[in-house]
């Protein structure tokens, strides 16, 4: 599947083979160039992902509006607006039998090549000043389980992580 | 995102469509700027019922209406908000900041 001229997907479905990595299966990977009007098709793209794994629909849109905000904050601030740079997005199935928390869920992985993070950037403005910007961050710590941001190789690397909702437990007759 | 403008009683009731992020905010609020600071329009009313997506950028252009709004004497009203764009106010803590009207009858007679 492919959108656009730079904007390369690939679907798959096999679980990792590294052993100490936790298992988690590949559902979509895709190259997008910084450019703001790509935002939609990476929407599209996530929310049937979710779909897929059976999110309910809270969970959905905040898992898409934080990889929105995501990509909208590497194209403004990682590589200063300028359009044409790469962006990767992986995001795969997570299994219940990780070793951390035991659940399942979606973890989506974006890479870019721009300067780095300014650690002290990293924090969520106070919500009581009312002013434009600054939400971004806030909107993903808000509907992510995981928002954890790196340095690798020279590149920017955020992960999100969304576990599903477990359901409540079978209410089972006395006795049974 | 598509904005089409209505007039009704000297006032301006923008209707907005789409997804409003990273590519459409600076659009709409160019839009909201010319309306406010230099139609000088005293209410502004924005239809956001078929907005489907609104992001922090979209959000902060509203907050710039918002505040261009009160340095000119005027008001800002919102209507018709979906569920998507009203948790995205929820999120930001600004539902009450800003003037919202469940329809465009009710804000109409606001």
Same mark, same amino acid.
Do not use: F
């Given at each position: 599947m492919t959108y656009g001229r730079r904007m390369q997907t690939k679907l798959g479905g096999s679980p990792t083979? /590294? *052993? /100490?990595?936790l298992r988690s299966d590949l559902l979509l990977k895709l190259e997008m160039e910084?450019? *703001?009007?790509?935002l939609c098709l990476v929407r599209a793209a996530v929310e049937r992902a979710t779909e897929v794994l059976h999110f309910q629909e809270a969970d959905s849109r905040a898992i898409v509006r934080s990889v929105d905000e995501a990509l909208a904050n590497v194209m403004r601030h990682a590589y200063k607006g300028e359009k044409g740079r790469t962006i990767e997005v992986t995001c795969r199935r997570l299994h219940?039998?990780?070793?951390?928390?035991n659940r399942e869920g979606i973890e989506i992985v974006m890479l870019d090549s721009g300067a780095p993070l300014d650690p002290t950037k990293l924090k969520s403005r106070p919500l009581e000043d009312v002013r434009p910007g600054g939400l971004g961050l806030h909107f993903m710590r808000q509907g992510m389980d995981k928002v954890e941001f790196s340095r690798k190789k020279g590149k920017n690397q955020l992960r999100l992580v969304k576990y599903l909702a477990t359901a409540a437990p079978a209410v089972s007759p006395e006795g049974e | 995102m598509q904005i089409a403008a209505r007039q009704f009683q000297g006032w301006t009731i923008l209707d907005l469509s789409g997804d409003i992020d990273l590519s459409h905010s600076p659009e709409m609020r160019k839009v909201l700027m010319v309306e406010i600071k230099e139609k000088k329009i005293p209410k502004l009313y924005l239809n956001?019922?078929?907005?489907r997506y609104i992001d922090s950028s979209g959000i902060a252009s509203l907050v710039e209406g918002l505040k261009a709004s009160r340095d000119h004497g005027s008001r800002l009203i919102l209507f018709g908000l979906n569920t998507t764009v009203r948790e995205v106010m929820q999120l930001s803590r600004l539902q009450k900041i800003f003037e919202i009207y469940e329809d465009e009858e009710q804000a109409l007679s606001s």
């Open positions: 083979a /590294n *052993p /100490n990595r910084s450019n *703001p009007e790509s219940g039998e990780r070793r951390e928390d | 956001l019922k078929n907005v």
